[in-house]
């Protein structure tokens, strides 16, 4: 797996068919000498040598990570020649690519029927789908968790849409009772699910959240933008399956949202959203007096809020499921490897040390808080801020987490031991997101366990 060959091939592939058209010159206003391009150049590879390595397994911080190769070398051959999803006469071939790639995405969650298109990010995506619950009951509200993306509450306020958040159980997942009365009052038209929250990697129990609000003939709207990809592991054999329950469910709900940049291995800038009825296209219609005229098919910026768009996301995609598809035994075991990493993680966690788990994890996201602090929460906070600084500062074995800010009441829960004396704290949060953390979590934990003993 060469990724300088690949480029090469991705840049001359480009050049050969730019070079079957008439030669032109390039404009003297755009010249550059490789003397100056090389100083330049040299200025930004120096500064950035001043990003975390997200590339290596001693980053488990937030959800980062490079693309795959493949990833880049298909973004690389589009982008060069630099097409537009948003109308079929600037991205003839990605838009085609668009709609395969959607509906690979639509198969692998088993809808029926889709209308769908990839965005430029999971905001987006969940945006589309909380604005088609908008324009079908626009007199009700949108409920999601207290748990889910802070992106919903900005985003209802965005649609001038009241959104309600309802608390979430000892483990992170939308509290079903508190769900039911909520949904009993009939102001509510969609509730939000969330599979996979982005703090803990809770799963919302999709099944029965579905269940719930086909009784109040609610709208179900999944937000799988980080956990989405896990729907490969569902009912799978061996400690890497999932509870298939959740994940089936999504077939049955009315939009889905998957973030193809965050577990689908994609640089930045595709988000896709998927929705089962193909009839909420026309929420989407518009007039535009300078685009569509070349195809009485669909135009992909007919049926999104977005205009411009990366056609060069599609194509990256594309070639990457070509390679690496969104089945069990393809993207399925990059995957598996991510949350047996977590699974092993969690069970040294729960090994006497200085550390102790938060909660067991569900996908790839392992929570875990400093013992040594006397479980007291305000020692808790201070050792995790600590062991987060003195973990990026170690120049000589930096490790990188994150820490993730629980409610004290959240806290109690799960360990009625610890004594509350602030009302929420810091704890330490761990995203194993790359395959390869699989055969590093040994010495992750033994490096955290170290800075966890290091004196205040
Ligand atoms: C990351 C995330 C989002 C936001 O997606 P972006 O691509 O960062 O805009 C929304 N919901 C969940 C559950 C996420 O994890």
Same mark, same amino acid.
Request: hydrophobic residues 45%.
């Given at each position: 797996?060469?990724?300088? &060959?690949?480029?090469?091939?991705?840049?001359?592939?480009?050049?050969?068919?730019?070079? +079957?058209?008439?030669?032109?010159?390039?404009?003297?206003?755009?010249?550059? &000498?490789?003397?100056?391009?090389?100083?330049?150049?040299?200025?930004?590879?120096?500064?950035?040598?001043?990003?975390?390595? !997200?590339?290596?397994?001693?980053?488990?911080? *937030?959800?980062?990570?490079?693309?795959?190769?493949?990833?880049?070398?298909? !973004?690389?051959?589009?982008?060069?020649?630099?097409?537009?999803?948003?109308?079929?006469?600037?991205?003839?071939?990605?838009?085609?690519? /668009?709609?395969?790639?959607?509906?690979?995405?639509?198969?692998?969650?088993?809808?029926?029927?889709?209308?769908?298109? #990839?965005?430029?990010?999971?905001?987006?995506?969940?945006?589309?789908?909380?604005?088609?619950?908008? +324009?079908?009951?626009?007199?009700?509200?949108?409920?999601?968790?207290?748990?889910?993306?802070?992106?919903?509450?900005?985003?209802?306020?965005?649609?001038?849409?009241?959104?309600?958040?309802?608390?979430?159980?000892?483990?992170?997942?939308?509290?079903?009772?508190?769900?039911?009365?909520?949904?009993?009052?009939?102001?509510?038209?969609?509730?939000? $699910?969330?599979?996979? @929250?982005?703090?803990?990697?809770?799963?919302?129990?999709?099944?029965?959240?579905?269940?719930?609000?086909?009784?109040?003939?609610?709208?179900?709207?999944?937000?799988?933008?980080?956990?989405?990809?896990?729907?490969?592991?569902?009912? $799978?054999?061996? =400690?890497?399956?999932?509870?298939?329950?959740?994940? =089936?469910?999504?077939?049955?709900?009315?939009?889905?949202?998957?973030?193809?940049?965050?577990?689908?291995? *994609?640089?930045?800038?595709?988000?896709?959203?998927?929705?089962?009825?193909?009839?909420?296209?026309?929420?989407?219609?518009?007039?535009?007096?300078?685009?569509?005229?070349?195809?009485?098919?669909?135009?992909?910026?007919?049926?999104?809020?977005?205009?411009?768009?990366?056609?060069?996301?599609?194509?990256?995609?594309?070639? @990457?499921?070509?390679? #690496?598809?969104?089945?069990?035994?393809?993207?399925?075991?990059?995957?598996?490897?991510?949350?047996? $990493?977590?699974?092993?993680?969690?069970?040294?966690?729960? *090994?006497?040390?200085? #550390?102790?788990?938060?909660?067991?994890? /569900?996908?790839?996201?392992?929570?875990?808080?400093?013992?040594?602090?006397?479980?007291?929460?305000?020692?808790?906070?201070?050792?995790? $801020? %600590?062991?987060?600084?003195?973990?990026?500062?170690?120049?000589?074995?930096?490790?990188?987490? &994150?820490?993730?800010?629980?409610?004290?009441?959240?806290?109690?829960?799960?360990?009625?031991?610890?004594?509350?004396?602030?009302?929420?704290?810091?704890?330490?949060?761990?995203?194993?997101?790359?395959? +390869?953390?699989?055969?590093?979590?040994?010495?992750?934990?033994? %490096?955290?366990? /170290?800075?966890?003993?290091?004196?205040?």
């Amino acid at each position: 797996m060469d990724i300088h &060959s690949w480029l090469s091939q991705a840049a001359e592939s480009v050049q050969r068919w730019q070079s +079957e058209y008439p030669p032109f010159d390039t404009h003297p206003a755009l010249l550059v &000498s490789d003397e100056r391009f090389a100083a330049a150049f040299g200025e930004l590879a120096d500064r950035m040598r001043g990003n975390y390595p !997200y590339f290596h397994p001693s980053y488990a911080g *937030q959800m980062l990570k490079p693309p795959h190769p493949a990833a880049v070398a298909g !973004y690389l051959a589009a982008m060069l020649v630099n097409p537009n999803n948003h109308a079929l006469d600037g991205g003839r071939v990605t838009s085609e690519l /668009e709609k395969e790639v959607v509906a690979q995405l639509a198969g692998m969650f088993g809808l029926a029927t889709h209308l769908g298109h #990839l965005t430029s990010s999971g905001t987006i995506a969940n945006l589309e789908a909380l604005y088609v619950a908008r +324009e079908l009951h626009p007199n009700l509200g949108i409920a999601y968790s207290a748990e889910a993306h802070y992106t919903h509450a900005r985003m209802c306020g965005v649609l001038g849409t009241p959104g309600t958040a309802v608390s979430t159980d000892a483990a992170g997942r939308i509290d079903l009772d508190a769900l039911d009365s909520l949904l009993a009052g009939g102001s509510i038209g969609t509730v939000v $699910a969330t599979a996979g @929250t982005t703090g803990l990697g809770a799963i919302d129990p999709v099944h029965d959240v579905l269940a719930v609000a086909r009784r109040h003939g609610v709208r179900v709207h999944v937000d799988a933008a980080y956990g989405g990809f896990f729907t490969l592991l569902a009912g $799978a054999q061996g =400690r890497a399956g999932l509870d298939p329950r959740p994940w =089936r469910a999504i077939a049955g709900c009315d939009s889905v949202v998957v973030d193809p940049h965050k577990h689908g291995l *994609q640089p930045y800038g595709c988000g896709a959203v998927l929705f089962a009825d193909p009839g909420v296209g026309r929420f989407y219609s518009h007039d535009s007096p300078y685009t569509y005229f070349t195809s009485d098919e669909l135009h992909l910026g007919e049926i999104s809020l977005e205009c411009s768009r990366a056609g060069a996301a599609a194509a990256a995609l594309w070639l @990457t499921f070509r390679l #690496l598809p969104p089945e069990p035994d393809g993207l399925g075991q990059v995957l598996a490897a991510c949350r047996l $990493a977590a699974l092993d993680w969690s069970e040294l966690l729960t *090994q006497a040390g200085r #550390l102790r788990p938060y909660q067991q994890p /569900e996908l790839d996201i392992v929570t875990y808080y400093p013992a040594t602090a006397g479980g007291r929460l305000t020692a808790i906070d201070q050792a995790s $801020a %600590r062991i987060l600084a003195d973990g990026m500062n170690d120049a000589r074995r930096p490790v990188f987490v &994150s820490t993730l800010i629980v409610e004290a009441q959240a806290f109690a829960r799960r360990h009625p031991d610890i004594t509350v004396d602030q009302d929420r704290a810091r704890i330490l949060r761990s995203v194993l997101m790359k395959p +390869e953390s699989a055969n590093y979590v040994a010495e992750l934990h033994a %490096r955290i366990e /170290e800075l966890a003993g290091w004196p205040v």
